[in-house]
């Protein structure tokens, strides 16, 4: 992937046809696949039958209007002859022939190029959503959810719309307006072809000036659809919260107030698309009225029949399709490629975090761990940690504890390397994180964070998610040494019971057990435990905690705590105050000290008022 350009591009050049379409081309490779021979013979004969099928739509009215002819002749005779009957047939047969062949093949066209559009639809789609997982977790916290969704929900829509009209409309149209002109040129006069012409490039024009001044409605409309999408996903992935504090009304209020503005971006559009299509009505009838006029001064001269009459008349009923399909094809490929500019964008977003070149894998990891002299911010006016240097030694556990804000969670970041440290060195096993594969450090790694989020799938689903083929027998053992498996026994459908958007269905101590048997099934090396416990009962946690002390056994273990009387048995307790290790020692040790952890030991074991 090729890092986004850093050259600058005005708005109006970027809102242009002939630059927007950059993002089509991007699409070809997707479409002519230089490892699929079959794929390239599917779009030859798919253009191969466009372009035939649109000769043959154009020939059609010249067969009915030499029937009205031939009926006219047949009329005006004395007698209707075998032959003129036979011929009177075979021009109907003919008509109606043309007519059905041509959407025969229409429709055969969609039978072979249909393969080749949906895989490679299939394939931009995943490789999007491939890259998006690659982009750094600083990226995803600054982007909402739904606005991003709905982008990329749009771009993938486009892609299919692109396809079919860009390479099977739009070309096709105005080879037929063409194919029409020197038909009528040839079987009339060049007066019917110019009417034509200039009938269609004024439609043309007068499409494009009208759709360019009205797509910047269009633009504001999706614009506040996005808006009012996230802040309807945002309340809703919220909903506890909501409830907490009795929102209701204040995000119905927001809601709408963001509904409001879609709504007028949305009349704008709607309205100013009434005024273009009044305009192409317009030429359209014009050029028909035309071109009547024209047929019947040829028949009033005796240069032509009833039968050529409706022949022009059909030719230019034939034109208004195309004309039709032109005008509304101009408008949505300008937003499809609108809409697949910015999906491509996403992909042009270079990583924040990339393993380097020569990054080898973490391998036969025995969990020795150490932080030195190590600096981090999460912007340049925030640091976050200064100079922190500790050690672990492979299988010791080590508890991280300090006031809110002090860096603990920040460390476990650093460790899966969501962020790259601004200074210093961060190494595993004497290895440092910068040299080595960003996938082998988190297979090696194991957490169960204070918040757990589920998706929304059964409880199996989300225990087996640690380990890639996980039998039924190792799911369960996870979730009976994680204290769950009696619970899930208990429910109606078992570990088949859907846990629900972010695992609200069940409750705060049921997620966390659910996170510590993921945990457990992926048996890492490294087992990091932030406030694994804080959401259970006393009891619960009692049980958790031996859970946890039998798996940690043998492993690397870095604890977050805020409730102290779970780390008292840690080999080492590393204290952080303003993102400064301010203290390092066992929990006896620590409170000889009488530094800033007695302190919280003081004021968690005081009394609570009653």
Excluded: C
Excluded at 76 to 82: C, K, L, P, R
Excluded at 184 to 193: C, G, H, Q
């Amino acid at each position: 992937m090729s890092p986004p350009s850093t050259t600058p591009v005005d708005k109006e050049t970027e809102q242009s046809l002939l630059y927007q379409l950059r993002s089509f081309g991007r699409l070809w490779p997707y479409l002519w696949r230089k490892d699929s021979v079959g794929s390239k013979v599917r779009i030859i004969l798919a253009i191969i039958l466009t372009v035939g099928g649109k000769f043959i739509s154009v020939a059609a009215p010249f067969f009915l209007g030499k029937t009205v002819d031939a009926i006219s002749a047949a009329n005006d005779s004395a007698s209707v002859t075998d032959v003129m009957w036979i011929g009177i047939i075979a021009l109907v047969l003919g008509y109606g022939g043309f007519r059905l062949f041509s959407v025969m093949i229409s429709e055969g066209r969609e039978y072979i190029f249909a393969p080749v559009g949906q895989r490679a639809q299939r394939e931009v789609a995943t490789a999007t959503f491939a890259h998006l997982h690659k982009l750094s977790l600083r990226y995803h916290l600054e982007k909402r959810t739904g606005g991003l969704s709905r982008v990329i929900e749009r771009g993938i829509r486009s892609i299919d719309f692109l396809f079919r009209f860009l390479l099977f409309n739009i070309g096709p149209t105005l080879l037929e307006l063409v194919i029409v002109a020197v038909a009528f040129w040839a079987a009339f006069s060049w007066e019917f072809a110019v009417v034509a012409v200039v009938v269609t490039l004024s439609y043309i024009a007068f499409t494009v000036m009208t759709t360019e001044w009205r797509l910047r409605f269009r633009r504001d409309m999706n614009k506040k659809d996005t808006e009012a999408n996230a802040r309807a996903i945002d309340s809703l992935l919220n909903y506890e919260t909501v409830k907490y504090f009795s929102a209701e009304d204040m995000e119905k209020g927001r809601y709408d107030v963001a509904m409001e503005g879609y709504q007028k971006a949305a009349i704008k559009s709607r309205t100013s698309l009434a005024t273009v299509n009044i305009g192409q009505s317009f030429l359209m009838n014009l050029g028909l009225i035309l071109v009547v006029l024209l047929a019947a001064r040829g028949i009033f001269k005796g240069e032509m029949t009833i039968g050529e009459i409706t022949t022009v008349v059909l030719v230019m009923m034939q034109i208004y399709r195309p004309l039709n399909i032109l005008g509304f094809a101009y408008r949505e490929i300008k937003q499809a490629l609108t809409d697949m500019e910015k999906m491509f964008s996403l992909l042009d977003l270079t990583p924040e975090i990339i393993d380097a070149p020569d990054a080898v894998n973490l391998t036969g990891v025995k969990g020795a761990i150490e932080f030195n002299h190590v600096d981090f911010h999460y912007d340049e006016n925030r640091p976050i940690l200064h100079d922190v240097s500790f050690s672990i030694a492979p299988g010791e556990k080590v508890a991280l504890v300090g006031p809110t804000g002090a860096g603990k969670s920040t460390i476990s970041r650093i460790l899966f390397r969501f962020y790259d440290i601004s200074k210093g060195s961060v190494t595993i096993d004497g290895q440092k994180l910068s040299t080595l594969t960003q996938a082998s450090v988190r297979r090696a790694i194991g957490i169960v964070p204070q918040d757990t989020v589920l998706f929304n799938d059964t409880i199996g689903y989300n225990i087996a998610y640690a380990k890639d083929g996980a039998t039924r027998a190792q799911i369960e053992d996870a979730a009976r040494a994680a204290q769950i498996h009696d619970f899930i026994e208990g429910l109606p459908k078992g570990y088949d019971t859907m846990v629900g958007e972010r695992g609200l269905k069940l409750s705060g101590g049921e997620k966390q057990r659910v996170a510590i048997a993921r945990t457990l099934l992926k048996n890492p090396p490294i087992l990091f435990l932030d406030e694994a416990t804080s959401a259970l009962d006393n009891t619960t946690e009692r049980d958790i905690q031996d859970a946890l002390d039998t798996a940690s056994k043998g492993r690397t273990t870095l604890i977050i705590a805020h409730r102290l009387t779970t780390i008292t048995g840690a080999d080492k307790i590393i204290v952080l105050d303003n993102g400064r290790v301010v203290e390092q020692g066992t929990h006896d040790a620590l409170l000889a000290k009488n530094g800033l952890y007695a302190q919280l030991w003081e004021q968690q074991s005081e009394p609570v008022d009653a």
